[in-house]
């Protein structure tokens, strides 16, 4: 192991988390992660994967705390953003502000504008226009996306079937 060489390097104990943790080895995922943040806490990688363990586990406010690990390491980490807006039930104001922060972070991502769009289109109101737009945008990007769907679903609560049914049917 590359922990073994180098017990020090902060990023081998973040990637044999990832791999423990995708083995299900939860328990050593965690301390392996807990280790990389005890010797580098401005990374932001470890802390988004004690917050996916944390939240798996329905331990929410400890998924929370390291959420807030990772976006004070680094405030710019897509993993970190996107795990944010999931974790509020991709509603909300908090949701809002991530999706929207991660698809300016990375404007050629679909999925982004995806869950900014639907997180939009929940508020509905004032924001229905911007919803759109960024479903649009979602499609544009990735004709094959769902976000056909939710363009749909929007288009068609506005009272606009035609174009529900056109993307629908996309």
Same mark, same amino acid.
């Given at each position: 192991h590359a922990v073994?060489l180098?017990?020090?390097?902060?990023?081998?104990?973040?990637?044999?988390g990832?791999?423990?943790?995708? *083995?299900? *080895?939860t328990?050593?995922a965690?301390?392996?992660?807990?280790?990389?943040?005890?010797?580098?806490p401005?990374? #932001?990688?470890p802390?988004?994967?004690l #917050?996916?363990l944390a =939240? *798996?586990a329905g331990?929410?406010? $400890?998924?929370?705390?390291?959420?807030?690990g990772a976006l004070?390491a680094?405030?710019?980490?897509?993993?970190a953003?996107?795990?944010?807006?999931?974790l509020?039930?991709?509603?909300?104001?908090? =949701?809002?502000?991530?999706?929207r922060r991660? *698809?300016?972070l990375?404007?050629e991502?679909?999925?982004?504008?995806?869950?900014?769009?639907? $997180?939009? #289109?929940?508020r509905?109101?004032?924001?229905?226009?911007?919803?759109?737009a960024s479903?649009?945008?979602?499609?544009?990007l990735?004709?094959?996306?769902?976000?056909?769907?939710?363009l749909?679903?929007?288009l068609?609560?506005?009272?606009?079937?035609m174009g529900?049914?056109?993307?629908?049917r996309a």
């Open positions: 073994d180098a017990p020090s390097w902060e990023r081998a104990r973040g990637e044999l990832v791999a423990l943790a995708m *083995a299900g *080895a328990a050593e965690e301390s392996s992660l807990r280790a990389a943040v005890a010797l580098r401005s990374s #932001a990688a802390h988004v994967g #917050a996916q =939240a *798996a331990r929410a406010d $400890a998924a929370d705390a390291h959420i807030r004070g680094n405030a710019n980490d897509l993993g953003l996107g795990l944010l807006g999931e509020r039930g991709g509603r909300g104001a908090e =949701a809002e502000v991530a999706f991660a *698809a300016d990375s404007p991502d679909a999925g982004w504008h995806h869950r900014l769009g639907v $997180a939009l #289109a929940q509905g109101g004032a924001v229905a226009r911007e919803a759109e479903l649009r945008r979602a499609v544009s990735n004709p094959l996306s769902g976000a056909h769907f939710d749909g679903v929007l068609a609560a506005r009272g606009d079937s529900a049914s056109l993307s629908y």
